[in-house]
């Protein structure tokens, strides 16, 4: 219950703080954010921006999973809201933004599967499974060619399923190529 109340409590202060920046940049300015990008590399991902400042991402990518009693790596399916809280700095200090190349934040859920692990010190019947939800901080940087990197890292609860439960944190990488191209060779867009 009480993971429910915190879950639900960071996805309104995310959703308030995106609605407030929206309104702090008010009509006009530069469109950041690409609507769709989708990305194949080290895993897959693919990105829908939501507003400005806020998107929703999916995908599979390798995955650290730490907890107090062990630790995991390998494929992880994980689902983030993404807010962007640097854009105009990136913009003030002539650096690309394109192909959401900012700074973001958000509540992160990681679910990662025995089968799909490349290692592992944890106890547990074969083929367990956790979950991991709290949060996170990451980066993403795309090239003008399309060459994508992102790290993130996040602290949360695992719930687990035929092993032990826990606290504890996941670092989550990727490499690989924006397939979309959207943004890249035009010129940035400002609304009226």
Not at 9 to 27: C, D, K
Not at 59 to 73: A, C, Q, Y
Not at 81 to 98: C, G, L, M, P, Q
Not at 132 to 161: D, I
């Amino acid at each position: 219950m009480k993971t429910k109340l915190l879950q639900l409590s960071l996805l309104f202060l995310f959703f308030t703080l995106s609605l407030q920046a929206q309104r702090a940049e008010g009509i006009g300015g530069i469109v950041n954010l690409e609507r769709h990008q989708f990305t194949l590399g080290t895993g897959f991902n693919y990105e829908l921006g939501v507003l400005r400042n806020l998107s929703i991402s999916v995908g599979l990518s390798p995955t650290l999973g730490v907890l107090d009693h062990g630790s995991m790596f390998g494929l992880a399916w994980n689902t983030r809201i993404r807010y962007y809280h640097n854009f105009k700095e990136r913009i003030d200090a002539n650096k690309k933004v394109t192909g959401n190349s900012a700074n973001y934040f958000g509540p992160a859920a990681s679910f990662f599967w025995e089968p799909l692990l490349l290692t592992h010190n944890l106890e547990g019947d074969k083929e367990f499974s956790l979950a991991f939800y709290g949060g996170y901080y990451g980066f993403q940087r795309t090239s003008k060619q399309g060459l994508n990197y992102s790290l993130e890292g996040g602290l949360g609860f695992f719930h687990a399923t035929a092993t032990q439960a826990g606290y504890g944190g996941i670092l989550s990488f990727t490499v690989g190529w924006a397939v979309t191209r959207q943004g890249r060779n035009e010129p940035k867009i400002y609304l009226d």
